[in-house]
């Protein structure tokens, strides 16, 4: 089976982050896959692909062009010989599913985030019959797609996109006399949420909430809201906050933190937060997407509140006023993870994808 994999772009994070470990899942279960990215854009996927084996196709085009983007797919999946096209996000699934239906092979669409704009969620669920399966990144957008989408249950696929590995770096806990390092790793994009942490810092600094261990915030990423969100910490008198830039590097970024935080608006799956509690840390997250359902427990970390800043600042207070209580937590979060979300489940489920569209592809 020859399976033309696309994507938007070779944006680094999001969906791309879990992609190799997808395509070797597939691979493994006897599949040919081959990626195909409609758009470049920053480009901080192409070395972790390439890191792991695979060379994607990237087109030369934008993000508007959409008429010559679904030329170029129908072309690279017809040359190619391809037996499936599977589509990630909004326009490759679009522009995928009528492609496999001017070649007549059966198309495969990820759905990834607990959110759709509204216009996006009106196209794909028109869409929704010209992808032969879903698949549903979390267990919450497994349920978001059945609703929104009208996608029947024997048509969906639920696999987290994570793979929990035992061998990752793990953090070393905090020792009495060191500054506490919390981050985090996202796009600065309103979606994260991160002008909602600094809303935090400042009411634990105006309600004198803050700890007296000394604590520093790393934001590990890159967005059009950096400047926005540099100026608000400025504004609101926030010194603990840095951003440091795109991290290629993260392991090595999450094994030099004592503590990590999501205070997303929207997520999926968010491989990030689970990466955290892979390299033993306790977590605070927001209720959204599938982080609830992993920091179920006290004991491994923190949920808070959609956008409510007092939430985030009493839960950061409570977790920073008692550091030595972090690497116990931690541990916790990193069993949790290493149970629920094993290598071997992993690849069961590419392996049950790949059974799925061969009896499809028989039947045809």
């Not at 992808?131 to 349920?143: E, F, G, K, P, R």
């Given at each position: 089976?020859?399976?033309?994999?696309?994507?938007?772009?070779?944006?680094?994070?999001?969906?791309?982050?879990?992609?190799?470990?997808?395509?070797?899942?597939?691979?493994?279960?006897?599949?040919?896959?081959?990626?195909?990215?409609?758009?470049?854009?920053?480009?901080?996927?192409?070395?972790?692909?390439?890191?792991?084996?695979?060379?994607?196709?990237?087109?030369?085009?934008?993000?508007?062009?959409?008429?010559?983007?679904?030329?170029?797919?129908?072309?690279?999946?017809?040359?190619?010989?391809?037996?499936?096209?599977?589509?990630?996000?909004?326009?490759?699934?679009?522009?995928?599913?009528?492609?496999?239906?001017?070649?007549?092979?059966?198309?495969?669409?990820?759905?990834?985030?607990?959110?759709?704009?509204?216009?996006?969620?009106?196209?794909?669920?028109?869409?929704?019959?010209?992808?032969?399966?879903?698949?549903?990144?979390?267990?919450?957008?497994?349920?978001?797609?059945?609703?929104?989408?009208?996608?029947?249950?024997?048509?969906?696929?639920?696999?987290?996109?994570?793979a929990a590995e035992p061998c990752a770096l793990k953090a070393r806990p905090w020792k009495p006399g060191e500054t506490l390092q919390v981050g985090s790793l996202g796009r600065l994009h309103p979606n994260k949420g991160y002008d909602i942490l600094i809303d935090a810092l400042a009411m634990m600094h105006a309600e004198r909430l803050?700890?007296?261990?000394?604590?520093?915030?790393?934001?590990?990423?890159?967005?059009?809201?950096?400047?926005?969100?540099?100026?608000?910490?400025?504004?609101?008198?926030?010194?603990?906050?840095?951003?440091?830039?795109?991290?290629?590097?993260?392991?090595?970024?999450?094994?030099?933190?004592?503590?990590?935080?999501?205070?997303?608006?929207?997520?999926?799956?968010?491989?990030?937060?689970?990466?955290?509690?892979?390299?033993?840390?306790?977590?605070?997250?927001?209720?959204?997407?599938?982080?609830?359902?992993?920091?179920?427990?006290?004991?491994?970390?923190?949920?808070?509140?959609?956008?409510?800043?007092?939430?985030?600042?009493?839960?950061?207070?409570?977790?920073?006023?008692?550091?030595?209580?972090?690497?116990?937590?931690?541990?916790?979060?990193?069993?949790?993870?290493?149970?629920?979300?094993?290598?071997?489940?992993?690849?069961?489920?590419?392996?049950?994808?790949?059974?799925?569209?061969?009896d499809l592809l028989s039947q045809r």
């Amino acid at each position: 089976m020859r399976i033309a994999y696309v994507i938007n772009s070779m944006e680094g994070g999001g969906a791309q982050t879990s992609l190799p470990k997808i395509v070797c899942a597939l691979e493994k279960a006897g599949a040919h896959v081959r990626v195909l990215a409609l758009t470049r854009r920053n480009g901080l996927a192409i070395e972790r692909l390439r890191t792991n084996g695979i060379e994607a196709v990237v087109r030369d085009g934008g993000e508007k062009d959409h008429l010559t983007a679904y030329r170029w797919i129908h072309d690279q999946a017809r040359e190619w010989a391809a037996d499936v096209i599977w589509t990630s996000l909004t326009r490759s699934t679009l522009l995928g599913q009528i492609a496999g239906k001017t070649l007549g092979i059966p198309v495969v669409s990820w759905q990834h985030n607990a959110f759709l704009k509204p216009w996006n969620e009106r196209l794909l669920r028109w869409r929704a019959d010209a992808s032969h399966i879903w698949v549903a990144d979390s267990l919450q957008v497994a349920v978001l797609t059945k609703d929104r989408l009208g996608v029947a249950k024997e048509c969906l696929i639920t696999w987290p996109i994570f793979a929990a590995e035992p061998c990752a770096l793990k953090a070393r806990p905090w020792k009495p006399g060191e500054t506490l390092q919390v981050g985090s790793l996202g796009r600065l994009h309103p979606n994260k949420g991160y002008d909602i942490l600094i809303d935090a810092l400042a009411m634990m600094h105006a309600e004198r909430l803050t700890p007296s261990t000394p604590f520093r915030i790393v934001i590990g990423g890159t967005g059009a809201d950096e400047a926005a969100l540099r100026a608000r910490a400025l504004n609101k008198g926030v010194e603990r906050i840095y951003f440091t830039g795109f991290e290629n590097d993260t392991a090595g970024f999450l094994a030099n933190l004592h503590l990590y935080l999501q205070p997303s608006r929207r997520e999926g799956f968010c491989i990030a937060a689970h990466e955290a509690m892979q390299a033993g840390l306790p977590v605070i997250v927001s209720r959204t997407g599938e982080m609830p359902l992993t920091v179920d427990n006290p004991a491994i970390g923190r949920v808070v509140e959609v956008a409510d800043p007092k939430s985030l600042a009493t839960a950061l207070s409570q977790l920073l006023s008692a550091p030595q209580e972090l690497a116990g937590m931690g541990q916790a979060a990193r069993e949790r993870v290493l149970e629920r979300f094993s290598q071997t489940w992993f690849d069961s489920v590419g392996a049950t994808s790949v059974r799925r569209l061969e009896d499809l592809l028989s039947q045809r």
